[in-house]
């Protein structure tokens, strides 16, 4: 079974400061593994995904992340905070069929 | 190309109605899937549709059901409402190409409330 795990219900950072949201995830087969971000009353909007190409994954705004299958993560990363990016976000993990599993979320505050 | 859309955007039940929620997904995609989206469970997979036929499923009583038509569009269901059904009710069009990994792109969700 496959499951996602984010630490953190709810991280705040300065602005202009590194943002580092945390993924952990297990499953048994090799992962695709996703970040997702939702702005108040809007959908999920794809930040990167990780399909067993690279293991460092740029991608939307700035974001990255990096694939450490020794530690089972998959942690994203920003070098420098901005105001727009405080919203929620999300760890998933899927297999090849149409199932995302999600994290719980985890909420970034950014302070000016 | 539009994006997925979903109606109504919000919807104000009470306990024991049934109701059914729409996505049209984006041009092309042939797989829909189904989330709900809660304060306490946090993002949980109902179900997904492909060519009409429903190809995987969530842990969710059999008060939640859907289907899709030969457009791609989807509905789903909740039969005999209850208070914690309330959520937000989140569609992702994929287009479910064989051989590859397909992104989901996610609609901007129905938010159901049940009085």
């Known amino acids: 079974a496959q499951s996602v795990t984010q630490l953190g219900s709810h991280v705040s950072v300065s602005e202009g400061a590194l943002v580092l949201l945390r993924c952990n995830y297990s499953?048994?087969?090799?992962?695709?593994l996703f970040w997702y971000v939702q702005y108040p009353n809007q959908g999920l909007q794809l930040l990167l995904k990780?399909?067993?190409?690279?293991?460092l994954v740029k991608g939307i705004n700035g974001f990255e992340a990096e694939f450490k299958k020794s530690e089972t993560s998959f942690h994203l990363t920003k070098p420098s905070a901005h105001m727009s990016d405080a919203a929620e976000y999300f760890c998933?993990?899927?297999?090849?069929?149409?199932?995302?599993?999600f994290g719980q979320g985890t909420e970034l505050s950014v302070k000016p | 190309k539009a994006g997925v859309t979903q109606t109504p955007r919000y919807l104000i039940k009470t306990r024991g109605q049934q109701v059914t929620l729409s996505c049209s997904p984006i041009?092309?995609?042939?797989?829909v899937s189904w989330y709900q989206q809660t304060p306490g469970q946090g993002l949980q997979f109902l179900f997904e549709?492909?060519?009409?036929?429903?190809?995987n499923k969530g842990n969710f009583p059999g008060r939640f059901s859907g289907r899709q038509f030969s457009n791609s569009r989807s509905e789903m269901n909740v039969s005999t409402l209850e208070l914690g059904d309330s959520a937000l009710y989140l569609c992702?069009?994929?287009?479910?190409?064989?051989?590859?990994?397909?992104?989901?792109?996610f609609g901007p969700g129905t938010r159901l409330t049940v009085l």
């Open positions: 549709y492909f060519s009409e036929t429903q190809r």
């Open positions: 990780y399909t067993s190409a690279a293991t």
């Open positions: 499953s048994s087969v090799p992962p695709y």
């Open positions: 992702a069009s994929s287009p479910r190409l064989a051989g590859e990994y397909n992104e989901q792109f």
């Open positions: 998933a993990v899927s297999n090849q069929g149409g199932k995302l599993i």
């Open positions: 041009s092309g995609h042939r797989s």
